[in-house]
């Protein structure tokens, strides 16, 4: 017996990296449940992760369950759940949709975890039909936009690939091929990789304490990661509008202090800049709590829209 | 009388900073009437010169006339009809559609010229429901995207600034306060004041002919131009994921030989990158034709959108 999807629970997995989250909310959002566990890498190992913490998640919930979204990264299809080019869980290709569905007997929708993300972001903000940008800093760096309530998909779902704009031809070589791209300023796996050669024991959570203090090597290199966060800001305001910019990833919770000096970097800019100036560019940004789940509340809406939809939809 | 706006004409008016140019079209787009006057400068001037051109359009047509859609510079509010910040037009703040509403007696919609313009686009190639951004190389450099048939407005009207975004740190200082700006690449006022400053005579009609004769002034300029056009490409790619860009404005039509060479670069480039190859980024341009008033034309869509909305709006 199917449910109505306005009664019925919701599931949202976000399959990172290295863990994966689940959520189970119920009609009004509130959340039932949630489990948490290290990712399996290579499409079995993906497969079999998601169908563990979909498996504990539901618990006896089963029966109550509309829908199940999914975020991942990579190239992501939602009209048929195939994944591709998911580098950092050695994924090159993956019918991930159909897999899950066959394994779980429950229709399974799959997003760009990012893009879900962006949704959740809205979803936190309770800004549900607004305009907002959603700015991913982990390993990598992405976006997502939702407009006048819609995420912006973009031609083949490539929207939001943002950390392959160059903003500096005089910038390291990206891994991309190109050299200065964003990722390269405000990338965690390239951070990571500074962090290390210095060898002065520097790390992320440590950073922006240890740049106030005065270290060298951290003022240089914070002060390269607070001018990639703030020009990301400041692109995808002037490219989309967006009234509002959600920051969220890996390095943003890991660095303490580091969105102050963020702002601080864009109340700068704009000292110098009238135009800049009129976007109040560090006043439009919201960091999304640590503890907040993002991308796994998002996956859940993403799964219950994908089903609101298809009730919605005529029959035959 | 009200006339429906499926079966009457439309009126469309491109207000630039050298000239106003004013298009009658039919139900079915055909271009009934066409007059092309100097544009007076300041607010009273603007009003004057719209006047003349939809009074020298309309001529007998009058009566059939459902909708006038005026294209603009500046910070435009399309619900209001007020125009700020229209600096070539001598324009700070001016209340256009009220006064050009009480002056012809008909309901006037007006819109940032390069948003009217990507809808434009958007009719020229036949996609009025698709994905595109429109990029305008005039004195400056913005753009405008359609996404799914409807423009991207952003809060306050502020989504396609995107020549203000700095792409270079060592650049040379914009107008706008901010370094290296891709207005200070590839906008036409930066570009001509360059090639004066050489002091060879080099001008935008002659300047591709040049930098492939070898002449140093000119390869520099070329260069630094086709790297800034092929980078606003990359940027509404990768932000917005617009399947077809689409090139107009003075600069695309008044150097022949351009847009081809921005290809080389954007090929070129994407030797480098697997990535940029995979996004195909040559072979997603469109120039619009020189002849086709595609400010114009997308103004009286514009106006004839907000007629047919304001039509089906429920009434009271």
Redesign the interface.
Known sequence: MTKSPASGLSLGIDIGGSKTHGILLDADGARLAESVRPTLTGADGVVATAIAVVTECLGQARDGVVSIGIGIPGQVDPATGVVRTAVNLGISELDLGERLTAALGLPVTIDNDVKAAALGAANHLGVADG?LAYLNFGTGVA?A?V?RGRL???????????G???????GDRCH???RGCLEVLAGGGRIAARLAALGTGLTLPTLVQAAEAGDPGAVAEADRLCRGIA?AV??????????RVVLGGGVIHTAPGLVPRVQDVLIA?AA?????AS?HLADRITVIPADYPVAAIGAALVGLRRTRARHLAPIG
């Open positions: 305009d976006a936009a407009v912006v998909r973009g031609h083949g779902n490539l929207a939001g690939e943002i392959h704009i160059p903003v500096d031809p005089a991309c091929g190109q020009l400041q692109l995808v305001v002037l490219t989309q509008g967006s009234e800019r110098e800049s009238e135009f800049l976007l």
